[in-house]
């Protein structure tokens, strides 16, 4: 599902990620830890394209960065969930269009899905809120919930759990949970110990993954 | 949207001024009349082909003493003092001479020393120094109405643009997020370019309508602005244009 083959990953002069080969598995559940600054983050762009290696290569569902053009990392994003810790919304729009907007784009909107969903995390009140109003815990689940939306094949949450309450997070992990039981690989950074997740844990440090 | 309207309907407003003053314009210095009387006993036909073959002569009328005593009793009717007076010593023979349109004072003073060349005029009555003033006070105001329209349409234009940039800056942020999440942006990019341009259009219908109505049952009545068509015309499909180039730049520089 995911090939490192020797990917190198700097921004100038700092190496974040050196040399790193990893294989994730299609249905995977995989845990990237690390302390703040050990290259999670990046570690996920580069899964979903959005940062090219230095050095090396990586692959996911068949698709190389050596060899991306415009229609492959389409494809490959409109099959990957990315949960980022910059939430993406579009500020002078409401939360309905906020979903309604980027999933019509790859034509997966479901209305009932939504409601559901949002029922769910009970913020189903704020759809006509504007994306600027809300909080950034409120903000995050809206991201969640139009991430989830889009039914992946893949998942990549960047510390999925950081601005959100217990409660939430207790629907979330019932939700990555049932959906890796669906077949959907997720990779998943955090910085706590002991997420509680039923997955394979790899450790970044000092660019490497142990 | 409301100041989108807003501008529009200022725009149109300073464009019915400006074509109102400058008919108003054209009309006042149009066909200016020359009086010429003529002394007796001068051969009437070489004097009509002299003046007519003048430049910047429209046409001439000849009017005979009885025909000149006349027309002072049509337009003076209760001056029965001067008519008799006018009847014992009538007005010789006179010319009506018509200028070319829009005629500047340059024209008039030659028009003038071309009439008192030759020797078959008596007088000539024209008031060259309150034309002059009036040329030049109207000169004066015509201009400086249209420079001030043309800042006003700088600043408008301004306004436009400000106003389009922030639309573009939305698209512009929605654009990125559909990208990120791998979705398909060329149907938004056509359903906003085509939202604009029909709201551009249903706004500018609506402006010129306002300003049609205004000139109808107010400006017309009180200050004597009209509602013209064609300008109008033109305005709005400038307009139009301006904002779709303006939409299009603000695109282009934003990359999207």
Redesign the interface.
């Known amino acids: 599902m995911i090939t490192f083959n020797s990917v190198t990953k700097s921004y100038g002069l700092r190496i974040i990620l050196s040399d790193v080969n990893l294989c994730i598995k299609r249905g995977e559940f995989a845990l990237i830890c690390g302390d703040t600054g050990s290259g999670k983050t990046t570690f996920l762009k580069l899964i979903y394209m ?1 940062e090219k290696p230095t050095k090396g290569e990586v692959e996911v569902m068949g698709i190389s960065s050596k060899h991306l053009d415009k229609n492959k ?8 969930s ?1 949960i980022t810790q910059d939430d ?6 409401n939360v309905y269009e ?1 979903i309604f ?6 034509g997966k909107f479901s209305k009932e899905k939504a409601v559901k969903l949002l029922t769910k995390f009970g913020i189903l009140n704020l759809l006509s809120e504007k994306a600027s109003n809300l909080s950034a815990g409120e903000r995050r689940i809206i991201q969640i919930v139009r991430e989830l939306l ?1 039914s992946p094949i893949l998942m990549l949450c960047d510390e999925p759990f950081a601005v959100i309450d217990k409660k939430t997070e207790k629907i979330l992990r019932e939700i990555l949970i049932q959906m890796n039981k669906t077949g959907v690989t997720i990779v998943m950074t955090t910085s706590k110990e002991n997420p509680g997740l039923p997955c394979k844990r790899y450790e970044l440090k000092n660019g490497k993954i142990i | 949207m409301a100041k989108l309207f807003s501008i529009i309907v200022i725009i149109e407003m300073s464009i019915l001024s400006f074509f109102n003053i400058k008919r108003n314009f054209e009309k006042r210095f149009e066909n200016v009349e020359i009086r010429a009387f003529l002394k007796r006993n001068c051969d009437k036909e070489e004097v009509l082909k002299y003046v007519r073959n003048l430049s910047h002569v429209d046409y001439v009328e000849y009017m005979e003493k009885d025909e000149i005593l006349s027309e002072f009793r049509r337009l003076f009717p209760d001056k029965e003092k001067y008519i008799k007076a006018l009847e014992e010593n009538p007005f010789p023979p006179s010319l009506k001479i018509y200028l070319e349109k829009e005629s500047n004072p340059e024209v008039i003073k030659e028009v003038l020393s071309k009439l008192k060349e030759k020797d078959f005029l008596k007088d000539i009555v024209f008031n060259t120094e309150e034309y002059n003033r009036i040329w030049m006070n109207s000169k004066i105001f015509f201009w400086g109405f249209i420079v001030f329209l043309s800042l006003l349409f700088i600043i408008k234009s301004f306004m436009l643009w400000d106003v389009l940039q922030s639309r573009v800056n939305v698209i512009k942020n929605k654009l990125k997020v559909i990208e990120k999440f791998g979705g398909d942006s060329g149907k938004l990019k056509m359903c906003f370019i085509l939202k604009n341009l029909s709201e551009f259009a249903l706004l500018l219908i609506a402006g010129i309508g306002v300003c049609y109505f205004l000139s109808k049952y107010f400006l017309t009545k009180y200050f004597e602005i009209y509602f013209l068509f064609l300008p109008s015309l033109y305005y709005g499909l400038s307009f139009f244009f301006l904002c779709f180039l303006f939409l299009v730049i603000s695109l282009r520089r934003r990359g999207v």
């Open positions: 959005e990392l389409k494809e490959l994003r409109s099959k990957t990315f993406n919304l579009i500020e002078d729009v906020n907007l980027p999933l019509e784009s790859i889009k």
